[in-house]
């Protein structure tokens, strides 16, 4: 029976901002998309029958939770219907990307199990269905089916690619002890908004990130999130004190990551953090990451 094999890579966002609450309860974003070389693996079976069977290794919780809520689970099941497959698929998802920690890890592997679902049919989606469908998925979701750097409004699932920034060697930390539900980060940040600098328009932001140029790290949420969980503070003061160039709360958190000039750098400062996950990475281009998502090319 045919199979396919994919990577499906972290994100972090270089710059984060939430202008406000949307009429439909949603909030408003401005942010900038980068994909990083941590990543998950998902490989796609087909098998007899007509069911979807999704394996979950690397990750004791979400191995043990119901599949058919799972993201990865949902992916496939639209993209049968979609490209009217009617066999059944086996899912082993490997993670390695830690889950609830701002990186995109869910999202990620729900794009690459669509992206897989289309190299396993031999047959193509258009971009505008696709987008349409990771959408429906989750914010993120289109952002993970180009990946590279990309500019994100809306709820973040508006996406418009940039040119690639410059290459950096990524620290991740990742404080097990520590959870931020997206849920909670958005309540917080509300009560900060009112008080907050005047948002930028989104042609003073276009005209920064559109630069091919560091446009300096900001992340509203750190507002939010830091007075609460003052350990994620000391991370980013401590990865600084170790070297960083920049250092931020990835996304609504709770993991920490920073910008460093070589992995020798990220390496030293890693040593400060054994009681945490890290990981060392590097920023993903939007070439490398469609090489990879095609099967062509390592990352």
Same mark, same amino acid.
């Given at each position: 029976?045919?199979?396919?094999?994919?990577?499906?890579?972290?994100?972090?966002?270089?710059?984060?901002?939430?202008?406000?609450?949307?009429?439909?309860?949603?909030?408003?974003?401005?942010?900038?998309?980068?994909?990083?070389?941590?990543?998950?693996?998902?490989?796609?079976?087909?098998?007899?029958?007509?069911?979807?069977?999704?394996?979950?290794?690397?990750?004791?919780?979400?191995?043990?939770?119901?599949?058919?809520?799972?993201?990865?689970?949902? &992916?496939?099941? &639209?993209?049968?219907?979609?490209?009217?497959?009617?066999?059944?698929?086996?899912?082993?998802?490997?993670?390695?990307?830690?889950?609830?920690?701002?990186?995109?890890?869910?999202?990620?592997?729900?794009?690459?199990?669509?992206?897989?679902?289309?190299?396993?049919?031999?047959?193509?989606?258009?971009?505008?269905?696709?987008?349409?469908?990771?959408?429906?998925?989750?914010?993120?979701?289109?952002?993970?089916?180009?990946?590279?750097?990309?500019?994100?409004?809306?709820?973040?699932?508006?996406?418009?690619?940039?040119?690639?920034?410059?290459?950096?060697?990524?620290?991740?930390?990742?404080?097990?002890?520590?959870?931020?539900?997206?849920?909670?980060?958005?309540?917080?940040?509300?009560?900060?908004?009112?008080?907050?600098?005047?948002?930028?328009?989104?042609?003073?932001?276009?005209?920064?990130?559109?630069?091919?140029?560091?446009?300096?790290?900001?992340?509203?949420?750190?507002?939010?999130?830091?007075?609460?969980?003052?350990?994620?503070?000391?991370?980013?003061?401590?990865?600084?004190?170790?070297?960083?160039?920049?250092?931020?709360?990835?996304?609504?958190?709770?993991?920490?990551?920073?910008?460093?000039?070589?992995?020798?750098?990220?390496?030293?400062?890693?040593?400060?953090?054994?009681?945490?996950?890290?990981?060392?990475?590097?920023?993903?281009?939007?070439?490398?990451?469609?090489?990879?998502?095609?099967?062509?090319?390592?990352?």
């Amino acid at each position: 029976m045919p199979s396919v094999r994919l990577k499906a890579f972290a994100k972090i966002n270089m710059r984060l901002e939430v202008l406000g609450k949307r009429a439909d309860g949603y909030h408003e974003l401005r942010t900038i998309f980068q994909t990083i070389s941590l990543h998950d693996t998902i490989e796609l079976k087909a098998v007899r029958g007509n069911k979807v069977e999704l394996i979950v290794e690397g990750d004791s919780t979400l191995a043990n939770e119901p599949t058919k809520g799972n993201l990865v689970h949902r &992916a496939i099941e &639209a993209a049968r219907k979609e490209l009217g497959w009617k066999r059944g698929i086996r899912a082993t998802l490997t993670k390695r990307i830690p889950v609830g920690r701002g990186l995109g890890g869910g999202s990620s592997d729900a794009a690459a199990a669509l992206i897989g679902m289309m190299r396993l049919a031999k047959k193509r989606i258009s971009d505008a269905r696709l987008i349409e469908i990771g959408a429906a998925l989750g914010a993120d979701v289109p952002f993970f089916l180009f990946g590279g750097r990309a500019l994100g409004v809306g709820r973040g699932d508006e996406i418009y690619p940039l040119p690639d920034g410059p290459h950096h060697t990524v620290l991740v930390v990742s404080p097990g002890s520590i959870a931020v539900p997206t849920k909670d980060a958005y309540r917080w940040l509300a009560e900060t908004l009112t008080s907050r600098r005047k948002p930028p328009t989104i042609w003073s932001f276009c005209a920064l990130c559109w630069s091919a140029q560091d446009v300096g790290l900001l992340n509203d949420f750190e507002a939010a999130v830091f007075p609460r969980h003052s350990r994620l503070r000391t991370i980013k003061r401590e990865l600084l004190q170790r070297g960083a160039a920049e250092a931020m709360l990835a996304g609504s958190g709770s993991a920490v990551f920073a910008l460093f000039r070589s992995p020798a750098m990220a390496r030293r400062a890693a040593q400060g953090f054994p009681q945490d996950q890290v990981f060392i990475c590097d920023t993903v281009s939007r070439g490398k990451y469609c090489l990879a998502q095609q099967g062509r090319g390592g990352v």
